[in-house]
């Protein structure tokens, strides 16, 4: 009987692309602002630099913007008031399963803490969730794939882990930690996704793979 569903954030209840177009449009405005260039022509330049190599985009951007250095970007960037918003699917479960109130609503999410919870709160998710655990407050050590932050929100929900699902995108760290300890783990493959064509290694494959949330309802009929 599943009493609990854990969510990712990142490519699983949102488009993570949708967060880096946000991030480059506010580093675009910083720069512009204390130059003067038009912040356009610098937000061609970082999806110009992006496309080539998605690591790095700052640095190189920097051989052309000198007078800023690649932690204040990077500052900028994780620390800026995202707009994002929910995908349509994750908006459509998260309702029915607030309205059933059959299960509980988790998310679990690695990545600098204060980017993470303006994300959070960009979405709207207090209103879904019951409990929500940003592992860096825990430590970067404790990041997915360790198993100390599955079993930190556990606790919180009051659930055991073979009465819990975890929903992830990423297929090399998502689903290694709930496999260890006994949930079912499902892998929402999206086609935009940036993770969906990392390899998994033996002890993190899914136990299913969906292509839309809505699936869950297929799944676990007793949650909804």
Not at 120 to 128: I, W
Not at 168 to 183: C, E, R, S, W, Y
Request: charged letters at 25%; glycine letters at 6%; hydrophobic letters at 45%.
């Amino acid at each position: 009987m599943v009493k609990a569903i854990i969510f990712d954030m990142d490519d699983t209840l949102y488009p993570e692309m949708a967060f880096v177009e946000s991030g480059f449009k506010a580093v675009s405005a910083y720069i512009a602002k204390k130059t003067g260039i038009f912040a356009d022509r610098i937000l061609d330049a970082l999806w110009q630099e992006f496309n080539l190599n998605k690591r790095g985009v700052f640095d190189r951007l920097l051989n052309c913007y000198d007078g800023f250095s690649v932690e204040e970007l990077v500052e900028v960037y994780r620390t800026h008031t995202p707009k994002i918003k929910l995908s349509s699917d994750a908006i459509e479960i998260l309702i029915r399963m607030r309205k059933a109130c059959k299960c509980r609503i988790g998310v679990l999410t690695d990545g600098p803490a204060k980017t993470q919870i303006n994300k959070f709160s960009a979405l709207g998710l207090e209103e879904y969730v019951d409990a929500v655990l940003f592992t860096d407050i825990l430590g970067q050590q404790y990041w997915k794939p360790s198993t100390k932050g599955f079993l930190c929100i556990l606790e919180i929900l009051r659930v055991l882990p073979q009465d819990t699902v975890y929903v992830g995108d990423n297929p090399t760290k998502d689903f290694v930690a709930p496999n260890i300890l006994g949930m079912i783990s499902v892998f929402v493959k999206r086609k935009e996704g940036l993770y969906v064509k990392n390899p998994a290694p033996l002890s993190g494959k899914p136990h299913y793979t969906i292509s839309s949330l809505m699936e869950l309802m297929e799944l676990f009929p007793e949650a909804f």
